[in-house]
């Protein structure tokens, strides 16, 4: 074979595979599109009897996702959302074991991206430190939990999951003053595109929270 053609089969191939490796780089987001979808059903629509099962399957399907694509922090976040939620869901060690694997997925998620998903991260740990027993059974802690829902807030300041979530924990605290403040702000809130069914639940819980707590 002539070299005099290698410039063109080379460019020739690189024509070919392109698409190919656009698809491939973009797989993701339409896996991720797909996920979410389900997750917000299941948490939103969905009878709770159902949703163990439902959430189980869809971390299943999260953990095989980003173990194919170890970049994407973003498949890594959601791997971390779908776990924490199981976890709420789930009673007993099913429970603990996974919001430990929550919380180590969504600390390594950060480690890529100190970002994590726009302060999404930060709240899910918040919340899994909050609600998980302390040591020795395992990592529940105040501290760590306030430190999580600080960070979101500065990351997403107008987020309605972060002062919600926040304002549930400062209202387990006993400090309802600052509880109700960040249920007006939740209220208020911005919904994400794409989160549009689970922020409209969020808004509507600090609402219920809103009127709680002013009563």
Do not use: C, N
């Not at 797909?34 to 999260?62: C, F, G, N």
């Not at 789930?90 to 950060?110: F, H, I, N, T």
């Not at 807030?153 to 605290?173: M, N, S, T």
């Amino acid at each position: 074979m002539s070299t005099r053609r290698l410039p063109s089969l080379v460019l020739g191939m690189g024509l070919v595979f392109a698409p190919l490796l656009q698809a491939q780089a973009q797989a993701p987001q339409d896996e991720l599109f797909s996920l979410r979808s389900r997750w917000e059903h299941t948490t939103t629509a969905m009878p709770e009897a159902r949703r163990v099962d439902a959430l189980a399957s869809l971390a299943a399907e999260a953990k095989t996702l980003a173990e194919s694509h170890p970049e994407s922090t973003e498949a890594s976040v959601w791997r971390g959302i779908i776990l924490a939620s199981l976890a709420r869901e789930s009673g007993g060690l099913d429970a603990l074991g996974a919001a430990k694997e929550a919380r180590r997925v969504l600390e390594s998620a950060l480690e890529r991206d100190p970002r994590g998903l726009q302060g999404s991260a930060y709240v899910t740990l918040g919340a899994l430190y909050d609600r998980a027993p302390g040591w020795p059974v395992a990592f529940g802690d105040e501290e760590t939990a306030e430190r999580m829902f600080r960070r979101a807030e500065a990351i997403r300041p107008d987020g309605i999951d972060v002062h919600l979530y926040y304002a549930a924990f400062l209202e387990d605290e006993g400090r309802d003053a600052e509880a109700l403040a960040h249920a007006r702000r939740a209220a208020e809130g911005v919904a994400r595109q794409g989160r549009e069914a689970s922020d409209a639940a969020l808004r509507d819980e600090a609402r219920a929270m809103v009127a709680r707590l002013e009563e």
